[in-house]
């Protein structure tokens, strides 16, 4: 072997190491990172249903979705200003407002709305869907082409979802459903431009502006709704208002968003599924309800769809 031979092949050595050793631990660990992240989210949100329904137990339902936002802007505000972080490029506010219209107003309002008529079990079982929407969402955002297999996955778990609501709502859809279903769609839109904008700025401040920038109309609603609905504060609907308010609306939020940037949307809708199985064992534990043995079995079922479309999106 020649003096040159060998350089080179401690070139490469000393390049291998460098690109495979020391990069890819990193790499790694911020994935593991991600995942760890995106896993609390998903915790968190699992307990938004139950919180909302203590809520409702002594507030009126707009009076809670707008104290909710209040709080939960009013920390957000108090982050972003203790640290002094910019305002966010102008390219970036048309996707903040998809965020503040999708995850701040829309998805809170509906399923609180739905949530005075329709128990904590069910609307899971139909929000379940969500991971499936949301990668849809993605797919149409990114312009990628999913397969044949991942577009029948999807349309298999939403006549799932379908059958299993109008099947307890006695033969056809109910309003609470109307909203739960609406709820899916705006929610994924604002997952989707969340999980973009998180790759260009740091998740929390994603979510933070995004309830700033919801905190004027939020504000004006409180006000509006305190005085036409009841407002009663227990132990339950303080307790329901303050979580659904920091722990599923701010925090929440942050570590998922989080978890996204870090694995990506289609990896972090994985970890979702788990999400109506955990709504349906706390809808047990904390508030009570029983569940029909059509719950946990659509729930499943919506899992293995979803499972396909992740598979099938590669």
């Not at 079922?301 to 979803?306: K, Q």
Request: charged fraction near 10%.
């Amino acid at each position: 072997m020649t003096a040159q031979d060998s350089a080179t092949r401690r070139s490469r050595i000393a390049v291998t190491t460098a690109t495979g050793t020391t990069a890819t631990a990193p790499q790694n660990s911020s994935r593991r990172s991600g995942t760890v992240m995106a896993a609390l989210g998903v915790t968190a949100f699992s307990l938004t249903f139950p919180s909302t329904a203590w809520g409702l137990e002594g507030i009126g339902p707009w009076s809670f979705v707008a104290l909710r936002c209040v709080l939960s802007a009013v920390i957000a505000g108090g982050a972003l200003l203790a640290l002094r972080v910019p305002l966010p490029a102008r390219r970036h506010w048309a996707g903040l407002a998809v965020v503040a219209a999708g995850v701040v107003i829309g998805f809170p309002l509906l399923t609180t709305l739905a949530l005075q008529t329709s128990t904590t079990a069910h609307a899971a079982v139909v929000v379940g869907l969500l991971p499936l929407t949301t990668a849809v969402f993605s797919a149409l955002r990114t312009g990628a082409r999913p397969s044949r297999m991942f577009w029948a996955a999807a349309l298999t778990g939403a006549a799932a979802v379908i059958a299993f609501t109008v099947q307890q709502s006695g033969g056809a859809l109910s309003t609470a459903d109307l909203y739960l279903f609406a709820s899916l769609l705006i929610c994924a839109a604002g997952y989707t431009e969340g999980g973009r904008l998180a790759r260009e700025m740091p998740g929390w401040q994603v979510i933070g502006w995004a309830l700033v920038l919801c905190l004027p109309l939020a504000v004006a609603g409180a006000a509006v709704a305190l005085q036409s609905e009841p407002f009663q504060l227990t132990g339950h609907s303080a307790t329901g208002l303050l979580y659904s308010a920091v722990g599923s609306q701010f925090l929440g939020l942050v570590v998922w968003y989080r978890g996204m940037a870090a694995i990506g949307v289609p990896k972090a809708s994985q970890l979702q599924l788990a999400q109506p199985l955990l709504t349906l064992v706390w809808s047990v534990f904390l508030l009570g309800e029983h569940l029909t043995p059509a719950a946990p079995l659509t729930a499943a079922a919506v899992l293995v769809c979803i499972a396909v479309t992740q598979r099938a999106r590669g």
